[in-house]
């Protein structure tokens, strides 16, 4: 007997004729270069510098390579694709 196909979000069993669905989903940082003003060039880059420093230190390696690079991939019902889907079409999360 095989054994049971879970979903890897809801964690759910699906049934045997019900179609798996593997998500590929990538997020990383934007490759297009900032705009620069002349307001940008006039600051404190070295307070600035300091400051990103800091900030990277309490965050650790994981997750600043995280903000700038992440990837997954898992398999999801049939409920859980279509409930992706339709949020993924609509570009519109309920962030709150
Ligand atoms: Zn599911």
Same mark, same amino acid.
């Given at each position: 007997?095989?054994?049971? $196909?879970?979903?890897? +979000? %809801?964690?759910?069993?699906?049934? *045997?004729?019900? !179609?798996?669905?593997?998500?590929? =989903?990538? !997020?990383?940082?934007?490759?297009?270069?900032? /705009? !620069? /003003?002349?307001?940008? =060039? &006039?600051? *404190?880059? /070295?307070?600035?510098? $300091?400051?990103? !420093?800091?900030?990277?230190?309490?965050?650790?390696? *994981?997750? %600043?390579? &995280?903000?700038?690079?992440? &990837?997954?991939?898992?398999?999801?019902? /049939?409920? %859980?694709? +279509?409930?992706?889907? *339709?949020?993924?079409?609509?570009? $519109?999360?309920?962030?709150?």
């Amino acid at each position: 007997m095989d054994k049971p $196909r879970l979903c890897e +979000n %809801c964690g759910r069993q699906m049934d *045997d004729e019900e !179609i798996p669905y593997w998500v590929r =989903l990538e !997020i990383f940082a934007s490759p297009e270069p900032p /705009t !620069i /003003t002349p307001e940008d =060039l &006039a600051q *404190d880059h /070295t307070g600035k510098l $300091r400051a990103l !420093i800091e900030q990277m230190e309490k965050l650790g390696p *994981d997750e %600043c390579q &995280a903000q700038v690079y992440e &990837a997954y991939r898992f398999v999801i019902c /049939t409920k %859980c694709r +279509n409930y992706f889907h *339709d949020h993924l079409k609509q570009r $519109r999360l309920d962030l709150s």
